[in-house]
């Protein structure tokens, strides 16, 4: 048996050689996107995200571009509840444009349509939820008696809203704006709902809201043929 000082040697060189080999190898590089997956000549992604800083701001890691189309599935919302898209129209993102909203009553059926949106042109967009104040069958014409025939029925929702905004700011007008002025304006000034909890699943962003409202998003595009 050779004693240990001559093995001293070979042992330190064989290390050395290990430490070398592991810091020479080369990086991995991750070329598929993040929560993604391949379904009827379109790439689907749910790589979404909530802005830290913003507990109650969903938007997209990577900007969305011209022909994405974005599906934002509502499961469950509140009946005084409305679920926003909004997008920059600056640089400074100063003020936001109304792109879609989602309320308690146009939500599920087979129609996935209505959930898509068609993007056509790059930009900022985030998602975000709402609560107004909640009415149902609120009449708001000027006749004296609910069932005269000059008294206007307003609906069980916000229907109308300024298009042009700042961010985070869904503000109704319209008729039952103006009956409902005082709760809609300390409505308006209210922080938006904030992330409860969200999670991916597979190619799918789950995001749930406090108070229990879920809702599923994905960016699909179309994949060309090389």
Request: include cysteine; aromatic fraction near 8%; charge should be negative.
């Amino acid at each position: 048996m050779k004693p240990a000082r001559t093995l001293l040697p070979g042992i330190l060189a064989l290390a050395s050689l290990v430490a070398s080999a592991q810091t020479t190898l080369p990086a991995v590089k991750v070329t598929a996107p993040a929560y993604s997956s391949q379904h009827g000549g379109y790439l689907i992604s749910g790589d979404f995200k909530v802005d830290p800083r913003m507990p109650s701001v969903v938007f997209p890691a990577q900007a969305l571009v011209k022909d994405d189309i974005l599906s934002i599935e509502p499961i469950h919302l509140q009946d005084d509840e409305y679920l926003v898209l909004q997008e920059c129209v600056s640089a400074d993102c100063h003020e936001a444009s109304l792109v879609r909203l989602w309320k308690s009553d146009d939500i599920g059926g087979n129609d996935t349509r209505r959930n898509r949106v068609w993007i056509t042109h790059e930009n900022k967009y985030f998602i975000w939820l709402k609560r107004l104040p909640e009415v149902s069958g609120v009449s708001c014409g000027q006749g004296w008696f609910k069932f005269d025939a000059s008294t206007t029925k307003c609906g069980s929702h916000f229907t109308s809203f300024q298009q042009i905004s700042p961010p985070l700011m869904l503000i109704p007008d319209g008729d039952l704006a103006a009956f409902h002025q005082d709760a809609v304006q300390k409505a308006i000034q209210a922080d938006p709902v904030q992330v409860a909890q969200q999670t991916h699943e597979g190619s799918t962003y789950v995001v749930t809201y406090e108070g229990g409202s879920m809702v599923r998003i994905r960016r699909m595009h179309a994949v060309r043929d090389n």
